[in-house]
C-alpha cells in the first residue's frame, strides 16, 4: 500500500530532523503567536478608555514576542542552511556574495562589488558559531546591499584567539538621530545572536565613511 505523503512527511522534507522542527514550531510558536493576537485585539480595545493598562498589555505583548523570536531562532538554527553543509563557512559567505553583487547595483550603477577575505583555521568552530557568522554575514550584507548605497562591501572575519568579524561599505553611512542601532529587527537578530554566544557586537562609522559591523566572538581553547 503507498504511503500518503504529508506537507509534514520526514522523508519529503530532508529528514527526522526538519520534521522535528517543522512540529516544533507549529505546537509551540503557533500558540503563542495566537494568543498575541487576541492580546492585541484587547489593547485595542483598551486604548480608548484605560491608556495605561493599555500600555501595560503592550509592554507585555512586547516581551512575549522577544520571546518567541528567540525560541524561533533556536528551532531554526538547529537546521544548518544547506550551503554551509555543502560547501564550508567561507565559501558559503563568498557564494551568498556573489549571488547578492549580481542582483544589487552599486551607487555608480555598476555592480556592487563585495570582497570576502579570511584568516585562520575556522573548520574547528562549533556549528552554532559557524550558523552564527553566516547569518550575521549574510544580514549585514544584505543591509548594505539595500540601504547603503555603496558601490563596494569588504567581509573580514579572523580567528586570532577570538573570532572576528567586520562588514564594511562604503556607503552613505548611518542615519543621524538617537535612535539606538540595534531598534531594526535585522540589527536586533545580529546583536542578540552574537550576544547568545557571548560575544559582542557594534555597528558604527567607518573610517572613511560608510558603516562598519563587528562583531567579536569568544572561542574556547584546547
Not at 97 to 115: H, K, P, T, W
Not at 170 to 199: K, N, Q
Request: aromatic share 4%; net charge negative; proline share 5%.
Amino acid at each position: 500500500m503507498r504511503r500518503k505523503e504529508t506537507l509534514l512527511d520526514p522523508t519529503r522534507n530532508g529528514g527526522s530532523e526538519r520534521f522535528k522542527v517543522l512540529r516544533d514550531i507549529h505546537d509551540g510558536i503557533g500558540p503563542i503567536l495566537t494568543g498575541m493576537a487576541f492580546g492585541l485585539r484587547a489593547a485595542r480595545n483598551l486604548l480608548p478608555r484605560d491608556e495605561e493598562s493599555a500600555a501595560r498589555l503592550l509592554a507585555q505583548l512586547e516581551e512575549e514576542l522577544r520571546g518567541a523570536i528567540i525560541e524561533l531562532r533556536r528551532l531554526t538554527d538547529e537546521i544548518r542552511p544547506s550551503a554551509l553543509g555543502q560547501f564550508g563557512l567561507v565559501e558559503a559567505i563568498r557564494l551568498h556574495a556573489m549571488n547578492l553583487s549580481s542582483r544589487v547595483s552599486g551607487a555608480d550603477g555598476g555592480e556592487l562589488r563585495i570582497d570576502v577575505h579570511a584568516d585562520g583555521d575556522l573548520s574547528a568552530l562549533t556549528a552554532p558559531v559557524r550558523v552564527a557568522v553566516y547569518r550575521i554575514i549574510c544580514e549585514a550584507l544584505t543591509n548594505a546591499a539595500r540601504h547603503s548605497r555603496a558601490r563596494t562591501c569588504v567581509v573580514l572575519i579572523r580567528l586570532d584567539g577570538d573570532l572576528n568579524l567586520e562588514v564594511i561599505d562604503d556607503g552613505v553611512g548611518l542615519p543621524g538621530g538617537e535612535t539606538p542601532p540595534w531598534c531594526g529587527i535585522g540589527l536586533r537578530s545580529m546583536r542578540e545572536r552574537t550576544a547568545e554566544l557571548g560575544g559582542v557586537w557594534a555597528i558604527e562609522p567607518g573610517a572613511l565613511g560608510g558603516t562598519r559591523v563587528v562583531a567579536t566572538f569568544p572561542v574556547p581553547g584546547d
